[in-house]
Every structure is written in C-alpha cells, then in structure tokens.
C-alpha cells in the first residue's frame, strides 16, 4: 500500500482506474497552452485573461458584465468573454461602470 495510492472520490472509496504511482506527479487537473499556441487571437476569453488582456481588475470585469457593457457567452458554468467583445470595449473612448 506504500507504493500505490488512489484518488478518493468524496470519502466513498477508491475511484476504479484512477491510480498513480508515489513517485509519479499527479496529472494536471486541466489543460493549458500558451497563447501563443495559436497564430490568430482566440475566440473565447475566461474573466481572468480578459481582466489581464484590458489591464483591469477581474471585479471591474464583473462590472461590466453585469451593467451589460461586456456581453458574455456561457458554456455550462463557464462564463466566457468573446474577442469581438473586448475589442469593441476596448474602442470605447468612456466606459460607464
């Protein structure tokens, strides 16, 4: 039991398939890339990387989604911001939020 653990499931027990040797790193929990991954710009943005693209805090982001100033696209409980919409904002000569 020293070598092998198993990753548990809320306290009902071991999860099948879902073992991972001691001296292994455990996976990551999603995947990421650089943005330079990709030639072109992307289509989607989270709050975070929108807040980081427009120099803003992730609050005034909230901000602007909730007075309708930025629109969003939501997939499941993700709530994403599309490219158009921050360049758009970003044309804006006076932001009300």
Same mark, same amino acid.
């Given at each position: 039991?020293?070598?092998?653990?198993?990753?548990?499931?809320?306290?009902?027990?071991?999860?099948?398939? +879902?073992?991972?040797?001691?001296?292994?790193?455990?996976?990551?929990?999603?995947?990421?890339?650089?943005?330079?991954?990709?030639?072109?710009?992307?289509? +989607?943005?989270?709050?975070?990387?929108?807040?980081?693209? +427009?120099?803003?805090?992730?609050?005034?982001?909230?901000?602007?989604?909730?007075?309708?100033?930025?629109?969003?696209?939501?997939?499941?409980?993700?709530?994403?911001?599309?490219?158009?919409?921050?360049?758009?904002?970003?044309?804006?000569?006076?932001?009300?939020?």
């Amino acid at each position: 039991m020293a070598t092998n653990l198993q990753y548990m499931h809320h306290g009902c027990g071991p999860v099948s398939g +879902l073992r991972f040797n001691a001296g292994m790193k455990k996976p990551p929990l999603r995947e990421t890339r650089p943005d330079t991954a990709l030639d072109g710009p992307r289509i +989607l943005y989270t709050r975070q990387e929108a807040a980081r693209l +427009l120099s803003v805090s992730v609050r005034t982001i909230d901000r602007l989604i909730s007075t309708k100033a930025l629109a969003i696209r939501r997939i499941g409980r993700s709530v994403l911001i599309p490219h158009v919409e921050l360049m758009k904002l970003s044309r804006r000569d006076v932001v009300n939020v």
